[in-house]
């Protein structure tokens, strides 16, 4: 395995570790202070972030694989990631909003606290720079 490879998996793991942990949070606070279901729906907001890094990962790991044989086949699969995360966000958070009556506020609030992970993802390449 490359040590780009390792390095895109090890991001990768912190990353959703990271998400989690915010998103449990979030889920504790609303749980404090509203009660009933709004954690449901912070958790539901967070697992819907969740699958966005996911899916990024994913096709991230698929573009490099065939971008080396095909730069334009990387592009597409770079491309069809977006696309599936932008189709599929929208989607997953009306679904949790109108079809499963969960709390607006607290489903969103549960998204974003988890898009805060990506602050707390440093990735170290091994590389040095000098001056």
Not at 17 to 27: G, R
Not at 28 to 33: D, K, S, Y
Not at 109 to 121: E, R, S
Request: hydrophobic content about 60%.
């Amino acid at each position: 395995m490359s040590y780009a490879v390792n390095v895109l998996r090890a991001t990768l793991r912190k990353l959703l570790l990271a998400q989690a942990l915010l998103v449990l949070t979030a889920a504790v606070g609303f749980l404090a202070v509203k009660g009933g279901y709004t954690p449901l729906a912070a958790l539901f907001g967070g697992a819907v972030a969740l699958l966005n890094t996911a899916i990024s990962a994913n096709r991230l790991q698929k573009a490099s694989a065939v971008a080396v044989g095909d730069a334009q086949r990387g592009m597409l699969e770079l491309y069809l990631g977006a696309v599936a995360r932008f189709v599929l966000t929208p989607l997953l958070i009306a679904l949790g909003i109108a079809a499963l009556g969960l709390d607006p506020i607290a489903l969103i609030v549960g998204f974003a606290v988890a898009q805060l992970g990506y602050l707390f993802n440093n990735v170290k390449t091994g590389t040095t720079r000098s001056s």
